[in-house]
């Protein structure tokens, strides 16, 4: 079976060598350009590539598909069947009609809930108990083509957005060797998407994860998860950024939303529309992560400060701009 894998975040490094060992002729790696990164900003490649140069396969880093040499190109290479998984290009059906099994996708979610681009996050914010992975025939819509399998796992009260996604790589590669032969083979029958219970999960803003302290303190933490590693979720204090890295939701005696309460000797939380949001660790502009009661150790001025969700001193509201 002539395989080309297409993809770009860790997320998809455990299916590319998943298939490496399984007996597939890996032909070709398609994977995003490298990208500026670090201080520095110098070009690095994506954890795929890495992968793939590490695994010996040839790589292929077109900024887009649409070119038809690309296509041409792509087609040169005869795949059986192509693997995507978080390749981060939509594929037009000229592409899509090149293997004859098909293109199929290991998508992070139970579809039809959460098509699109950031399907981890958003079933964290909605506070859903499970998600998982999908394999699905990619055709031209987005996410919207017939499943092969799915698997579920559930999401825990500590779950962020990074280890799920770490949990969710290794469910779908486990999941898609045990699919690809079969669907090959022609012993799987794909299911349609029902559309009237499909909802969608946006690419994530910068500004999604800055802090309205008016919403309840369940909702805020579940935005410090969702936005966990990236963009973080975050406000500012006496003009910094801050950024809340952990916390938990906690009942708590009413104050103006976003004003900081000390709990204790160490303990520090904030008060939200609906209850206290308490901190377990935090990162100031220009600081490193630290816990609660480190932070608080270092900050003798918390006592009556109020954050908000402007680096703007005459900025009153709490509300994200």
């Known amino acids: 079976m002539r395989v080309v894998f297409m993809g770009t975040p860790e997320f998809a490094v455990p299916s590319l060598r998943a298939l490496a060992s399984s007996g597939v002729e890996l032909v070709a790696v398609y994977t995003q350009p490298d990208r500026p990164a670090g201080r520095g900003r ?22 887009t598909l649409r070119p038809p040499e690309e296509v041409d190109r792509l087609a040169a290479l005869q795949p059986d069947v192509i693997v995507v998984a978080a390749f981060g290009q ?3 059906p000229n592409v899509i009609s090149i293997p004859p099994h098909g293109i199929l996708n290991v998508h992070a979610s139970l579809l039809p809930r959460w098509r699109g681009a950031a399907p981890i996050p958003a079933a964290i914010l909605a506070g859903d108990t499970e998600t998982g992975v999908t394999i699905m025939l990619i055709d031209p819509g987005l996410d919207t083509g017939p499943m ?7 999401i825990t ?10 949990k969710l790589a290794v469910l ?4 898609l060797i045990r699919v690809l032969p079969e669907w090959v083979a022609g012993r799987i029958i794909p299911e349609p998407q029902d559309d ?15 802090i309205d302290w008016r919403q309840p303190s369940l909702q805020i933490a579940r935005q410090v998860r969702a936005y966990q590693p990236w963009p973080g979720a975050r406000s500012w204090l006496h003009g910094k950024q801050l950024t809340i890295l952990a916390a938990t939701p906690v009942g708590g005696e009413a104050e103006p939303p976003g004003a900081i309460v000390l709990e204790g000797r160490s303990g520090l939380a904030v008060a939200t529309g609906e ?17 609660a009661a480190s932070f608080r150790a270092g900050h003798r001025d918390l006592a009556g400060a109020v954050l908000q969700s402007s680096a703007k001193p005459d900025e ?3 509300t994200p701009d």
């Open 42 to 63: 110098r070009l690095a490649p994506s954890p795929v590539k890495t992968a793939a140069l590490e695994l010996g396969v040839p790589v292929f880093q077109p900024a």
């Open 90 to 92: 939509i594929l037009r």
């Open 148 to 154: 092969l399998a799915k698997a579920a796992i559930p």
């Open 157 to 166: 009260e500590d779950d962020t957005t990074g280890t799920l996604t770490e």
């Open 172 to 175: 779908g590669a486990d999941l």
């Open 196 to 210: 009237a219970l499909a909802t969608v999960a946006p690419r994530i803003q910068p500004a999604d994860a800055i």
């Open 275 to 291: 209850g206290l949001l308490r901190l377990h660790r935090v990162q100031l502009e220009g600081g490193k992560p630290l816990d």
């Open 316 to 318: 009153k509201s709490n």
